[in-house]
């Protein structure tokens, strides 16, 4: 155990006494507290401030919808059902693992949209940054290009389907949309598209595991998984054609 000498064990409680006597001092006469810190106030909804605090809440609650935001309202919906499926008609298991084909898709995905965003930055968000409008101009201006492109992909029975579930018959124009109507729309518009591209894909695989398994019903190897032999066959023709850029090409077309 670590002792101090004597001597240096009585300064050292002196000094202490001596850091210690002034807050005592000041608690005993009452003296009053040090104040507290102001509110920052660095905006106003109307005549109604909005503390520093609100400001960081809403803020990081938009944070968390990115990740949602870019589920529903980007190519990335599409591009990452129609690879999955893609590795299951292969039927590699897990190979690509789902980190790569959500790599790939994140990249291919702004790929897509990044003509959509430029056309929204260059119209609303940037001069609104800049001064040049207010943040209402900006908001229509920047979210039109957004929704041009999610109108181009839904399809009128979807967007039909929505509209008389929020108790819409019909209308006037694209810009009479509903908002939340438009992105329901475009999902299921997406999904449908998404499986129709994976049921393309899955074809010419399926093709290969019946040939496959007929071969090997007629040698009588009924024992043998006609997966297993089949999965090198559909490799190679994968490889063959090029499978991947042209599964990436067909995607990145699709989006008219």
Same mark, same amino acid.
């Given at each position: 155990?670590?002792?101090?000498?004597?001597?240096?064990?009585?300064?050292?409680?002196?000094?202490?006494?001596?850091?210690?006597?002034?807050?005592?001092?000041?608690?005993?006469?009452?003296?009053?507290?040090?104040?507290?810190?102001?509110?920052?106030?660095?905006?106003?909804?109307?005549?109604?401030? #909005?503390? %520093?605090? &609100?400001?960081?809440?809403? =803020?990081? !609650?938009?944070? +968390?919808?990115?990740?949602?935001? *870019?589920?529903? /309202?980007?190519?990335?919906?599409?591009?990452? #059902?129609? %690879?999955? &499926?893609?590795?299951?008609? =292969?039927? !590699?298991?897990? +190979?690509?693992?789902?980190?790569? *084909?959500?790599? /790939?898709?994140?990249?291919?995905?702004?790929? #897509?949209?990044?003509?959509?965003?430029?056309?929204?930055?260059?119209?609303?968000?940037?001069?609104?940054?800049?001064?040049?409008?207010?943040?209402?101009?900006?908001?229509?201006?920047?979210?039109?290009?957004?929704?041009?492109?999610?109108?181009?992909?839904?399809?009128?029975?979807?967007?039909?389907?929505?509209?008389?579930?929020?108790?819409?018959?019909?209308?006037?124009?694209?810009?009479?949309?509903?908002?939340?109507?438009?992105?329901?729309?475009?999902?299921?518009?997406?999904?449908?598209?998404?499986?129709?591209?994976?049921?393309?894909?899955?074809?010419?695989?399926?093709?290969?595991?019946?040939?496959?398994?007929?071969?090997?019903?007629?040698?009588?190897?009924?024992?043998?998984?006609?997966?297993?032999?089949?999965?090198?066959?559909?490799?190679?023709?994968?490889?063959?054609?090029?499978?991947?850029?042209?599964?990436?090409?067909?995607?990145?077309?699709?989006?008219?």
């Amino acid at each position: 155990m670590l002792r101090f000498p004597r001597p240096r064990w009585i300064a050292l409680c002196a000094l202490l006494a001596g850091l210690l006597m002034p807050l005592w001092a000041l608690a005993a006469t009452g003296a009053p507290q040090l104040p507290a810190l102001p509110d920052v106030t660095v905006g106003q909804i109307g005549n109604a401030p #909005v503390s %520093l605090p &609100l400001q960081t809440l809403l =803020l990081m !609650t938009a944070i +968390t919808l990115i990740p949602s935001m *870019l589920l529903v /309202l980007t190519a990335f919906t599409r591009i990452i #059902v129609v %690879l999955a &499926l893609l590795r299951q008609a =292969l039927g !590699t298991g897990q +190979t690509p693992s789902n980190q790569v *084909l959500v790599g /790939l898709a994140l990249f291919l995905t702004a790929l #897509v949209m990044t003509p959509v965003w430029e056309a929204a930055w260059n119209s609303g968000f940037g001069p609104y940054l800049n001064g040049q409008i207010d943040f209402r101009t900006a908001w229509d201006l920047g979210t039109a290009p957004l929704r041009g492109f999610m109108l181009a992909q839904v399809r009128e029975t979807d967007l039909m389907t929505f509209a008389g579930l929020a108790g819409h018959s019909t209308y006037a124009g694209p810009d009479d949309v509903p908002f939340q109507v438009l992105v329901a729309s475009f999902v299921t518009s997406e999904l449908k598209t998404a499986f129709e591209i994976g049921f393309l894909i899955f074809i010419p695989f399926i093709i290969i595991d019946l040939v496959v398994a007929s071969v090997l019903m007629s040698m009588g190897m009924m024992m043998l998984s006609p997966m297993l032999v089949s999965a090198p066959f559909k490799i190679l023709l994968f490889v063959l054609v090029d499978g991947w850029v042209l599964t990436v090409g067909t995607l990145a077309a699709s989006f008219n």
